[in-house]
DNA sequence: ATCATATTTGCATCCATTGCAAATTTGCAC
DNA sequence: GTGCAAATTTGCAATGGATGCAAATATGAT
């Protein structure tokens, strides 16, 4: 990702890492619907149809670091060690994929900022639950091959799904009820021990 | 719903069900981006502005029949039976949620090519992921109050999240394998027995 | 038949997105 | 340095979804 050779691509980047910027302060300044792509080129100083050659669309913006945070956790499970469980590597993911990460020599975390508008802006969180189940379909795959001769291919889904599908709801759900960032984790974490230890031992 | 007591309500239903129509076999036809709404509307002849009094956008016109799936699995966890388990419940719910259900006098099933739309189309499965979540947090809401002694809202998403997101999961990967139509129901079925057992259970 | 209300319609408008060809910039060879 | 080929940016036109608004219609109860 980092590797700014010429000139060319060094401006490339500066030009991405500035519309990005510039894109994310105009969403929580005045909203993301209210901001529009001549906004954010125009802060920018570049045309609308340049922002069209970095981003696919208004919404890609907001995901930029997207590729690289999947990229990470697919290079754990490929590493994944001998004789570590299924549950072990996948707990040892998910503790990591908070971490931030390096995008084209930009470093973020995902900021409540940020955060707040995935779950709130309709757009946003339709193409982010998108990203989200491409991403559970790339680990299940990973996961399947980095266990080929225990896990076929529907269990490694219904791993990866199970585990992801119970944190994902029941974080949204405790952020829904306004609890505090320390309380959203620990439901984050109880949903996963639900799903490793099985449905059957709440019911 | 089915209630058209005037000429007023009988012709709003007619005109709701030919757009339905019109639209999901135009989308057959000639794809989801490639027809306009216009030639949606030219079909029914009503104005264009009409099609946006019936449905928000041209994605909702694909999804008519959600909010009576997710009525009636409410209504199914609503009124559990007195000594069933969650689990008892929840399988009860999916085994019946994929059964016709009746909207605006206009029943349907989810047909292949509905499906294949929702699962093709980037605008249509971002939009049905986010129905989908939704569905996920209403589901978790009414488990929860079903069994307001056992489960805290927490353990509830859990419980929702896991075997949805694993029996999702599995069966769009054993779609995208070309699996049989049996195979994929299958895929959804071993994915809820996994969720249901635990992770730890295939690890 | 008539009036109040509910619907439909016809604009005008905004904005995201795309294709295309012209203009500009960069990297490299000479 | 110059000049050329390739990569980028830009301007422009066009498409299509979505919305607000006021005029035109249709409906239904008296």
Redesign the interface.
């Known amino acids: 990702m980092g590797d700014a050779v010429g000139l060319r691509e060094r401006k490339k980047l500066r030009t991405r890492r500035a519309l990005i910027e510039a894109a994310l302060r105009l969403f929580e300044e005045k909203g993301y619907e209210e901001t529009t792509v001549a906004e954010i080129t125009a802060a920018v100083d570049v045309s609308t149809r340049t922002f069209f050659s970095y981003f696919t669309s208004k919404e890609d913006v907001v995901f930029f670091d997207g590729e690289a945070r999947v990229e990470a956790a697919l290079k754990m499970i490929a590493d994944r060690r001998p004789a570590e ?4 590597l ?1 707990l040892r993911v998910t503790s990591h994929s908070l971490d931030a990460v390096t995008d084209a020599d930009l470093t973020v975390e995902l900021t409540p900022a940020r955060r707040h508008l995935i779950t709130t802006v ?1 757009a946003l ?3 982010g ?2 990203l989200l ?1 491409e991403t ?2 790339r680990l ?2 990973a996961l399947h091959r980095a266990y080929a001769d ?2 076929d ?3 490694a ?14 974080t ?3 952020m ?2 306004g609890e505090t960032p320390e309380q959203v984790w620990a ?1 984050g974490r ?2 996963m021990e ?10």
Chains 1, 2 share one sequence.
């Open positions: 469980t299924v549950v072990d996948l309709p969180r339709a193409r639950l998108d189940f559970q379909q299940a795959g225990e896990l291919p529907i269990e889904a219904a791993a990866i799904g199970s585990l992801m599908g119970a944190a994902h709801l029941a949204t759900i405790s829904e009820r439901a109880r949903a639900i799903a490793i230890r099985g449905l059957s031992s709440i019911g």
